[in-house]
């Protein structure tokens, strides 16, 4: 393999890294803000108490609530715009545990008793992911499987990510990034053989160390990726 192909596969790499990030972050988002709705809540409330004044239960078309002895909504099932929704509480009146059905598929999330969500499973667009998020809310651990195989996702307390371990059709790969969101790092075992490669702050690779069935071979770049020094046995 030349210096050119081991390149171009380095930079396939880098583009499939961006567009799994780009999609996992899509479903974050999704779910952190679709899945746990207060609104069922008072809304279904609500509806109850003006149907059936005094009542503690109440069975409708469509929405369902249940209200623990003092009163005070626990559950609610119903259906919105978007599909069908469960909601649960705990006795100071904070969102545990939602599960809701829409267009892009079913999600369970899970909040601590801050009300803040810390753990979300979907099946969004055929594609499963585990989430862990943090007592601030931010995605800490992701763990999906798409069209390409799994892949297993690292972020700081800032949002970056950090580290990216995936494993395909070719056979795993080991990302490193930095505090701004960058890799530096990469480390892979292919059908080609394996490879490791360092970054720069800008994402440029500036060193390739690699072997194959030709050989090991090391190769030394600039800024603007020209090679600048290389050596294949």
């Known amino acids: 393999m030349t210096i050119e192909e081991r390149l171009e596969n380095m930079e396939r790499e880098l583009g499939r890294q961006k567009r799994r990030s780009r999609w996992l972050l899509g479903t974050i988002l999704l779910v952190a803000g679709g899945l746990i709705v207060p609104a069922v809540f008072e809304t279904t409330a609500f509806r109850a108490r003006a149907h059936m004044a005094g009542t503690a239960k109440e069975i409708r078309a469509n929405s ?24 649960l509480r705990d006795e100071n009146s904070k969102d ?40 601030n809310g931010k995605a800490r651990a992701g763990l999906i499987i798409d069209e390409e195989g799994p892949s297993l996702w690292l972020w700081d307390k800032n949002g970056k990510i950090r580290n990216v371990l995936t494993v395909d059709k070719d056979g795993p790969r080991l990302w490193l990034g930095d505090e701004n969101n960058k890799p530096r790092i990469g480390l892979s075992t292919v059908k080609e053989g394996p490879s490791l490669w360092l970054l720069d702050e800008n994402g440029k690779v500036r060193a390739l160390l690699g072997a194959n069935k030709d050989g090991p071979a090391l190769t030394l770049l600039d800024e603007n990726g020209k090679v600048i020094w290389s050596a294949i046995k």
């Open 64 to 87: 369902f609530v249940l209200e623990d002895e003092n009163g005070k909504p626990r559950a609610a099932l119903g259906v919105d715009k978007d599909g069908p929704r469960l909601v």
């Open 96 to 135: 545990r545990a939602g599960l809701g059905v829409d267009k892009d598929g079913p999600g369970l999330v899970l909040a601590d008793e801050k009300g803040t969500i810390r753990i979300a499973l979907t099946s969004l667009k055929s594609r499963p992911g585990l989430k862990l998020f943090d007592g």
